[in-house]
Protein backbone atom coordinates (compact mmCIF):
# COMPACT_ATOMS: atom_id res chain seq x y z
CA UNK A 1 0.00 0.00 0.00
CA UNK A 2 1.17 3.63 -0.60
CA UNK A 3 2.08 5.84 1.96
CA UNK A 4 -0.15 9.09 2.65
CA UNK A 5 2.25 12.07 2.44
CA UNK A 6 2.43 13.36 5.73
CA UNK A 7 0.34 16.40 6.65
CA UNK A 8 2.46 19.47 6.57
CA UNK A 9 -0.13 21.31 8.89
CA UNK A 10 0.85 19.19 11.28
CA UNK A 11 4.82 19.62 10.50
CA UNK A 12 5.83 22.04 13.89
CA UNK A 13 7.40 25.45 12.34
CA UNK A 14 8.32 28.92 12.49
CA UNK A 15 6.98 31.30 10.73
CA UNK A 16 9.64 34.35 10.09
CA UNK A 17 8.14 36.27 7.11
CA UNK A 18 5.16 37.80 7.61
CA UNK A 19 3.69 41.11 6.91
CA UNK A 20 1.35 42.96 9.25
CA UNK A 21 -1.43 44.16 6.87
CA UNK A 22 -0.18 41.05 4.93
CA UNK A 23 -1.63 38.71 7.63
CA UNK A 24 -5.47 40.26 7.77
CA UNK A 25 -8.24 37.55 6.50
CA UNK A 26 -9.60 38.41 3.34
CA UNK A 27 -13.74 38.56 5.52
CA UNK A 28 -11.94 40.68 8.04
CA UNK A 29 -11.02 42.93 5.48
CA UNK A 30 -14.55 42.99 3.96
CA UNK A 31 -15.98 43.17 7.35
CA UNK A 32 -14.40 46.29 8.20
CA UNK A 33 -13.69 47.99 5.45
CA UNK A 34 -18.34 48.03 5.69
CA UNK A 35 -17.75 49.31 8.72
CA UNK A 36 -15.67 52.20 7.74
CA UNK A 37 -17.13 53.06 4.88
CA UNK A 38 -14.21 52.29 2.82
CA UNK A 39 -14.35 51.67 -1.10
CA UNK A 40 -12.18 48.55 -2.01
CA UNK A 41 -11.23 48.12 -5.42
CA UNK A 42 -12.24 44.90 -7.35
CA UNK A 43 -8.68 43.50 -6.67
CA UNK A 44 -9.68 43.25 -2.99
CA UNK A 45 -13.05 43.03 -2.59
CA UNK A 46 -13.79 40.19 -4.64
CA UNK A 47 -12.63 37.66 -2.05
CA UNK A 48 -9.87 36.21 -4.61
CA UNK A 49 -6.68 37.40 -4.65
CA UNK A 50 -5.36 39.87 -6.79
CA UNK A 51 -3.80 39.53 -9.81
CA UNK A 52 -0.23 41.53 -9.78
CA UNK A 53 3.04 41.59 -11.04
CA UNK A 54 5.56 43.90 -9.39
CA UNK A 55 8.56 43.97 -11.31
CA UNK A 56 7.77 47.25 -13.09
CA UNK A 57 7.57 50.35 -11.08
CA UNK A 58 3.82 50.69 -12.42
CA UNK A 59 3.20 46.78 -10.66
CA UNK A 60 4.73 47.92 -7.45
CA UNK A 61 2.93 51.13 -7.19
CA UNK A 62 -0.27 48.76 -7.79
CA UNK A 63 0.79 46.05 -5.00
CA UNK A 64 1.60 49.51 -2.52
CA UNK A 65 -1.80 50.63 -3.13
CA UNK A 66 -4.05 47.64 -2.61
CA UNK A 67 -1.66 47.23 0.87
CA UNK A 68 -2.37 50.83 1.37
CA UNK A 69 -6.16 50.42 1.44
CA UNK A 70 -6.15 47.33 2.95
CA UNK A 71 -4.47 48.97 6.21
CA UNK A 72 -6.59 52.17 6.36
CA UNK A 73 -9.32 49.57 7.74
CA UNK A 74 -7.19 49.30 10.87
CA UNK A 75 -8.28 52.25 13.14
CA UNK A 76 -8.48 51.43 16.41
CA UNK A 77 -6.94 49.02 18.87
CA UNK A 78 -9.69 46.60 18.56
CA UNK A 79 -9.03 45.89 14.92
CA UNK A 80 -5.08 45.83 15.97
CA UNK A 81 -6.29 43.54 18.39
CA UNK A 82 -8.24 41.25 16.20
CA UNK A 83 -5.76 41.09 13.34
CA UNK A 84 -3.40 39.72 15.69
CA UNK A 85 -5.56 37.26 17.45
CA UNK A 86 -6.87 35.99 13.74
CA UNK A 87 -2.84 35.74 12.60
CA UNK A 88 -2.08 33.49 15.53
CA UNK A 89 -4.87 31.47 15.25
CA UNK A 90 -4.11 30.65 11.39
CA UNK A 91 -0.18 29.91 12.65
CA UNK A 92 -1.62 27.63 15.21
CA UNK A 93 -3.75 25.78 12.01
CA UNK A 94 -0.85 25.97 10.04
CA UNK A 95 1.27 24.03 12.44
CA UNK A 96 3.56 27.25 13.39
CA UNK A 97 4.63 27.61 17.08
CA UNK A 98 6.57 30.34 16.53
CA UNK A 99 5.59 33.71 14.81
CA UNK A 100 8.01 36.45 14.07
CA UNK A 101 5.48 39.35 12.30
CA UNK A 102 7.25 42.47 11.15
CA UNK A 103 5.32 45.75 11.38
CA UNK A 104 6.86 49.35 10.60
CA UNK A 105 4.44 51.00 13.64
CA UNK A 106 4.72 54.57 11.47
CA UNK A 107 2.46 53.05 9.55
CA UNK A 108 -0.40 53.02 12.20
CA UNK A 109 0.73 55.88 14.36
CA UNK A 110 -1.78 58.56 13.07
CA UNK A 111 -4.97 56.80 14.35
CA UNK A 112 -3.70 54.76 17.40
CA UNK A 113 -2.21 58.55 18.94
CA UNK A 114 1.82 58.55 17.71
CA UNK A 115 4.85 55.69 17.26
CA UNK A 116 5.09 55.07 21.08
CA UNK A 117 1.31 54.33 21.36
CA UNK A 118 0.75 52.34 17.89
CA UNK A 119 3.60 50.21 18.63
CA UNK A 120 2.20 49.30 22.40
CA UNK A 121 -0.89 48.59 21.48
CA UNK A 122 0.49 46.01 18.79
CA UNK A 123 2.86 44.67 21.45
CA UNK A 124 0.19 44.11 23.44
CA UNK A 125 -2.10 42.24 21.53
CA UNK A 126 1.13 40.43 20.11
CA UNK A 127 1.48 39.28 23.90
CA UNK A 128 -2.45 38.55 24.52
CA UNK A 129 -2.50 36.68 21.05
CA UNK A 130 0.40 33.96 22.15
CA UNK A 131 -1.43 33.48 25.63
CA UNK A 132 -4.74 32.47 23.98
CA UNK A 133 -3.46 30.44 20.89
CA UNK A 134 -0.47 28.80 22.65
CA UNK A 135 1.79 30.42 19.61
CA UNK A 136 5.16 32.13 20.66
CA UNK A 137 4.73 35.64 18.65
CA UNK A 138 7.67 38.11 18.80
CA UNK A 139 7.90 41.60 16.50
CA UNK A 140 10.69 43.16 13.97
CA UNK A 141 10.10 46.75 13.27
CA UNK A 142 11.03 47.41 9.89
CA UNK A 143 11.69 50.74 8.69
CA UNK A 144 10.60 52.04 5.01
CA UNK A 145 13.02 51.77 2.17
CA UNK A 146 11.14 54.23 0.47
CA UNK A 147 11.16 57.08 3.65
CA UNK A 148 14.14 58.90 4.51
CA UNK A 149 16.86 57.06 6.53
CA UNK A 150 16.51 59.43 9.75
CA UNK A 151 13.20 58.34 9.76
CA UNK A 152 15.02 54.20 10.15
CA UNK A 153 17.24 55.85 12.99
CA UNK A 154 14.27 56.80 14.81
CA UNK A 155 12.35 53.50 14.59
CA UNK A 156 15.53 51.68 15.44
CA UNK A 157 15.81 53.38 18.54
CA UNK A 158 12.11 53.01 19.25
CA UNK A 159 12.99 49.11 18.11
CA UNK A 160 15.51 48.90 21.05
CA UNK A 161 14.19 50.60 23.47
CA UNK A 162 11.16 47.52 23.52
CA UNK A 163 13.47 45.19 22.93
CA UNK A 164 12.58 43.53 26.30
CA UNK A 165 8.72 43.47 25.53
CA UNK A 166 8.58 41.35 22.25
CA UNK A 167 10.95 43.52 19.80
CA UNK A 168 13.25 41.04 18.63
CA UNK A 169 14.61 42.27 15.15
CA UNK A 170 14.73 45.24 12.56
CA UNK A 171 13.62 45.18 8.96
CA UNK A 172 13.68 47.49 6.22
CA UNK A 173 10.70 46.78 3.54
CA UNK A 174 9.07 48.29 0.49
CA UNK A 175 10.39 48.65 -3.29
CA UNK A 176 14.38 47.27 -2.99
CA UNK A 177 15.15 49.14 -6.41
CA UNK A 178 14.97 52.26 -3.83
CA UNK A 179 16.94 53.57 -1.79
CA UNK A 180 20.46 51.94 -1.32
CA UNK A 181 20.89 50.01 1.81
CA UNK A 182 23.93 52.02 2.85
CA UNK A 183 22.02 54.42 3.41
CA UNK A 184 20.36 52.99 6.02
CA UNK A 185 23.34 51.70 7.78
CA UNK A 186 23.22 54.08 10.56
CA UNK A 187 19.66 52.86 11.72
CA UNK A 188 20.57 49.29 11.43
CA UNK A 189 24.08 49.69 13.58
CA UNK A 190 21.67 51.11 16.65
CA UNK A 191 19.95 48.13 15.89
CA UNK A 192 22.56 45.60 16.58
CA UNK A 193 23.89 47.57 19.18
CA UNK A 194 20.85 47.11 21.20
CA UNK A 195 20.84 43.55 20.87
CA UNK A 196 18.38 43.33 17.89
CA UNK A 197 19.04 40.69 15.10
CA UNK A 198 19.46 42.61 11.17
CA UNK A 199 16.44 41.38 8.83
CA UNK A 200 16.54 43.74 6.11
CA UNK A 201 14.27 42.60 2.82
CA UNK A 202 16.88 42.32 -0.56
CA UNK A 203 17.05 39.75 -3.24
CA UNK A 204 13.85 39.86 -4.70
CA UNK A 205 12.93 42.80 -7.13
CA UNK A 206 16.90 43.41 -7.43
CA UNK A 207 19.63 41.13 -8.18
CA UNK A 208 21.97 39.28 -6.24
CA UNK A 209 24.33 42.82 -5.44
CA UNK A 210 21.07 43.57 -3.42
CA UNK A 211 21.39 40.76 -1.36
CA UNK A 212 25.66 41.29 -0.99
CA UNK A 213 24.58 44.75 -0.14
CA UNK A 214 21.93 43.81 2.73
CA UNK A 215 25.24 41.43 3.91
CA UNK A 216 28.06 44.25 3.89
CA UNK A 217 26.22 47.51 4.07
CA UNK A 218 24.01 46.11 6.98
CA UNK A 219 25.61 43.14 8.54
CA UNK A 220 22.24 40.92 8.14
CA UNK A 221 21.70 37.93 10.09
CA UNK A 222 18.76 37.16 7.75
CA UNK A 223 17.68 38.14 4.24
CA UNK A 224 14.47 38.87 3.74
CA UNK A 225 13.24 36.72 0.51
CA UNK A 226 17.54 36.62 -1.19
CA UNK A 227 16.37 34.61 -4.11
CA UNK A 228 18.45 36.29 -6.33
CA UNK A 229 21.44 34.81 -4.61
CA UNK A 230 20.72 32.30 -6.86
CA UNK A 231 22.27 34.04 -10.01
CA UNK A 232 25.51 33.68 -7.78
CA UNK A 233 27.27 31.19 -7.10
CA UNK A 234 29.89 32.78 -4.66
CA UNK A 235 27.15 35.06 -2.70
CA UNK A 236 25.47 31.33 -2.39
CA UNK A 237 28.72 30.01 -1.05
CA UNK A 238 29.19 32.90 1.24
CA UNK A 239 25.57 33.00 2.71
CA UNK A 240 25.64 29.15 3.26
CA UNK A 241 29.40 29.89 5.03
CA UNK A 242 27.73 32.42 7.42
CA UNK A 243 24.61 30.52 7.97
CA UNK A 244 22.80 33.66 7.02
CA UNK A 245 19.28 32.73 6.85
CA UNK A 246 16.90 33.60 3.49
CA UNK A 247 13.48 33.66 4.39
CA UNK A 248 12.13 32.72 0.85
CA UNK A 249 8.15 33.03 -0.06
CA UNK A 250 7.64 31.10 -3.23
CA UNK A 251 3.91 32.45 -3.57
CA UNK A 252 4.97 35.95 -3.02
CA UNK A 253 7.99 34.79 -5.78
CA UNK A 254 5.17 34.11 -8.60
CA UNK A 255 2.83 36.23 -7.63
CA UNK A 256 4.96 39.26 -8.13
CA UNK A 257 6.25 38.39 -11.14
CA UNK A 258 9.50 37.34 -10.46
CA UNK A 259 9.23 33.93 -11.40
CA UNK A 260 6.62 33.23 -14.06
CA UNK A 261 5.62 29.69 -11.47
CA UNK A 262 6.40 27.97 -9.05
CA UNK A 263 8.70 25.55 -10.16
CA UNK A 264 11.19 28.10 -11.28
CA UNK A 265 11.37 29.57 -7.90
CA UNK A 266 15.54 28.78 -7.31
CA UNK A 267 14.16 26.88 -3.75
CA UNK A 268 16.08 23.92 -4.44
CA UNK A 269 19.15 26.14 -5.33
CA UNK A 270 19.45 27.66 -2.47
CA UNK A 271 18.82 24.43 -0.13
CA UNK A 272 21.23 22.03 -2.29
CA UNK A 273 23.91 25.35 -1.80
CA UNK A 274 23.28 24.53 1.94
CA UNK A 275 21.79 28.34 2.67
CA UNK A 276 19.88 28.61 5.05
CA UNK A 277 16.16 28.65 4.64
CA UNK A 278 12.59 29.63 6.25
CA UNK A 279 9.78 29.41 4.16
CA UNK A 280 7.24 32.73 4.74
CA UNK A 281 4.10 33.69 3.68
CA UNK A 282 4.79 37.46 3.58
CA UNK A 283 1.15 39.24 2.55
CA UNK A 284 -1.38 35.77 2.65
CA UNK A 285 -4.09 38.73 1.79
CA UNK A 286 -2.71 39.47 -1.49
CA UNK A 287 -1.34 36.06 -2.51
CA UNK A 288 -3.65 33.76 -1.67
CA UNK A 289 -1.82 31.51 0.64
CA UNK A 290 -0.49 30.91 3.92
CA UNK A 291 2.52 28.88 5.49
CA UNK A 292 1.61 25.26 5.31
CA UNK A 293 0.61 25.89 1.58
CA UNK A 294 4.50 27.43 1.04
CA UNK A 295 5.71 23.48 2.02
CA UNK A 296 2.93 21.29 0.12
CA UNK A 297 4.38 24.18 -2.47
CA UNK A 298 8.24 22.83 -1.84
CA UNK A 299 6.74 19.26 -2.11
CA UNK A 300 4.95 19.46 -5.34
CA UNK A 301 6.94 22.00 -7.73
CA UNK A 302 10.01 21.55 -5.77
CA UNK A 303 10.17 17.45 -4.83
CA UNK A 304 10.92 17.80 -1.63
CA UNK A 305 10.71 14.75 0.31
CA UNK A 306 9.55 14.94 4.07
CA UNK A 307 13.13 14.78 5.77
CA UNK A 308 13.91 17.43 3.66
CA UNK A 309 10.79 19.34 4.45
CA UNK A 310 11.39 18.40 8.24
CA UNK A 311 14.94 20.35 7.64
CA UNK A 312 13.64 23.06 6.27
CA UNK A 313 11.25 23.26 9.59
CA UNK A 314 14.19 23.21 11.57
CA UNK A 315 16.12 25.65 9.55
CA UNK A 316 13.07 28.09 10.49
CA UNK A 317 13.38 27.09 13.66
CA UNK A 318 16.99 27.63 14.29
CA UNK A 319 17.20 30.98 12.23
CA UNK A 320 14.38 32.13 14.91
CA UNK A 321 14.58 34.12 18.51
CA UNK A 322 12.20 31.21 20.04
CA UNK A 323 13.11 30.64 23.60
CA UNK A 324 15.53 27.92 24.26
CA UNK A 325 12.42 26.00 25.35
CA UNK A 326 9.95 26.79 22.61
CA UNK A 327 12.63 25.65 20.34
CA UNK A 328 13.45 22.53 21.72
CA UNK A 329 10.03 21.39 21.80
CA UNK A 330 9.42 22.54 18.09
CA UNK A 331 12.23 20.63 17.04
CA UNK A 332 11.41 17.42 19.24
CA UNK A 333 7.82 18.08 17.44
CA UNK A 334 9.49 17.51 14.14
CA UNK A 335 11.55 14.94 14.69
CA UNK A 336 8.18 13.18 15.95
CA UNK A 337 6.06 13.93 13.08
CA UNK A 338 9.24 12.25 10.39
CA UNK A 339 9.36 9.41 12.64
CA UNK A 340 5.35 9.02 11.39
CA UNK A 341 3.07 7.94 13.57
CA UNK A 342 -1.19 8.78 13.04
CA UNK A 343 -0.42 12.31 14.13
CA UNK A 344 1.62 13.04 11.25
CA UNK A 345 -0.22 11.76 8.14
CA UNK A 346 -3.37 13.12 6.64
CA UNK A 347 -7.10 12.13 7.26
CA UNK A 348 -8.22 11.86 4.29
CA UNK A 349 -11.66 13.01 5.44
CA UNK A 350 -9.93 16.66 6.10
CA UNK A 351 -10.12 19.52 3.61
Request: overall charge neutral; aromatic content about 6%.
Amino acid sequence: MEERPRDVRLLPKAHLHLHFTGSMRPATLLELADRYGVHLPDALGSGEPPKLRATDERGWFRFQRLYDIARSVLRTPDDIRRLVSEAAQEEAADGSGWLEIQVDPTSYAPRLGGLIPALEVILDAVRSASRDTGVGMAVVVAANRTRHPLDARTLARLAVRYRDQGVIGFGLSNDERRGLARDFDRAFSIARRGGLLAAPHGGELSGPGSVRDCLDDLHATRIGHGVRAAEDPRLLRRLAEREVTCEVCPSSNVALGVYDKPELVPLRALYDAGVPIALGADDPLLFGSRLAAQYELARVSHGFTDAELAELARQSVRASTAPPQVRDTLLAGIDDWLAGGAAAVRDPRRP
